[in-house]
C-alpha cells in the first residue's frame, strides 16, 4: 500500500526528531510509552486496544481531569511496517468492519536522518470540507504538541 499526500484532503506535520528510529517506533508500538505523550499534556492517554498488525484494534481514549476518559481512536491498523510506517483508520474497527462514523486516515512515517530520524504525519480525509473541520479543531497545534512530546521523550532515552 503507498500513500499519497494530496493537499486539498490531508493535513501533515514534520519534524526531525535526535534520537534513533528504533526508539520513536517503540514509542509508537509499546502501549506504556504511548500512553506518555499521544495527547497534549496536561491531559491523559489510556490505550484500551494496540493490535499491531493490518486489521488489529487501535483504541484510545483521553481524560483532560485524568478522571473522565471520553473516546480519542477507536478504528485498525492497515499497516504495520517495523520501524518504517504506520497506518491506522477509523473508518474500519477491529477485523476490518466498517465503523458508523469514519473521519481519517493516519499514516506515519520513520526514516533515517543525518541528526536522529525524520518523522512525518499525516491525516488523510474523504473531501475538503473533513480536512477544513479537523485543521478548525486545532490538528497542527495538537499533533505538533504531541509530535514534541514524542521528541522529548525519546530524546531523553537516546542520551541514557
Not at 506535520?13 to 504511548?34: E, F, G, H, Q
Not at 481519517?104 to 526514516?111: D, E, I, K, Q, S
Not at 497545534?141 to 525519546?154: F, M, P, R, S
Request: charged share 25%; glycine share 6%.
Amino acid at each position: 500500500m503507498t500513500e499519497t499526500f494530496n493537499p486539498d484532503l490531508d493535513l501533515k506535520i514534520s519534524r526531525i526528531i535526535r534520537a534513533p528510529r528504533r526508539l520513536v517506533w517503540n514509542a509508537w508500538t509499546d502501549k506504556a510509552s504511548l500512553e506518555q505523550w499521544w495527547v497534549p499534556h496536561p491531559g491523559q492517554c489510556r490505550v484500551d486496544r494496540m493490535e499491531l498488525h493490518p486489521g488489529g484494534a487501535f483504541e484510545t481514549r483521553y481524560s483532560e481531569d485524568g478522571k473522565e476518559f471520553g473516546q480519542h481512536v477507536s478504528g485498525c491498523f492497515l499497516a504495520v511496517d517495523h520501524e518504517e510506517r504506520l497506518v491506522f483508520t477509523d473508518a474500519l474497527t477491529a477485523g476490518f468492519r466498517p465503523s458508523a462514523q469514519p473521519f481519517l486516515t493516519a499514516v506515519m512515517t520513520f526514516r533515517d536522518h543525518p541528526d536522529g530520524m525524520e518523522y512525518v504525519a499525516y491525516a488523510m480525509h474523504n473531501s475538503p470540507e473533513d480536512r477544513d473541520r479537523h485543521a478548525e479543531m486545532g490538528f497542527f497545534d495538537g499533533w505538533n504538541t504531541v509530535a514534541e512530546q514524542l521528541a522529548q521523550l525519546v530524546e531523553r532515552q537516546a542520551v541514557n
